[in-house]
């Protein structure tokens, strides 16, 4: 059974940098993957999302300009850096997979698969 994997969360100080990455296991390649988030108490939203041939790219407003969403085909991974880390970035974050194009704000349901989530968490 295909999953996905997040690594990479933690706890860091307002301004910092963090990758995150999400591993695929098995043999599936997916060809659109993405990034959302969920802070506490409330609703999971929309980060960003990456075509399979990685030029296209869709960013959430909250997070252009400091995140950037990138993969590796060959390895089966998909990262996520972010710079100019916020307290408001605070949140579990989650990587998906799915077979559709990828569309700024990407709907949650075009995805097949989901990762378990870790926790990021900025302090101010």
């Given amino acids: 059974q295909e ?7 933690g706890l860091v100080q307002a301004g910092d940098s963090l990758t995150l990455s999400c591993a695929a296991s098995g043999r ?3 060809s659109t993957m993405a990034w959302y988030r969920q802070p506490l108490g409330k609703e999971r ?4 999302v990456i075509g399979w041939s990685c030029f296209e790219t869709y960013y ?4 252009k300009g400091r995140f950037t969403i990138s993969r590796d085909n060959a390895k089966h991974m998909m990262f996520l ?3 100019s880390l916020k307290p408001e970035d605070t949140a579990v ?5 799915g077979r559709y194009p990828p569309y700024n704000m990407m709907r949650e349901r075009e ?3 989901w990762g378990q989530g870790t ?4 302090s101010s």
């Fill in 3 to 9: 999953q996905l994997v997040e690594s990479g969360g």
């Fill in 28 to 30: 599936t390649l997916y």
């Fill in 45 to 48: 939203e929309f980060v960003a």
């Fill in 60 to 63: 959430s407003n909250s997070v």
């Fill in 81 to 83: 850096q972010r710079n």
């Fill in 93 to 97: 974050y989650f990587c998906a997979g």
């Fill in 111 to 113: 995805f097949d698969s």
């Fill in 119 to 122: 926790q990021v968490t900025v």
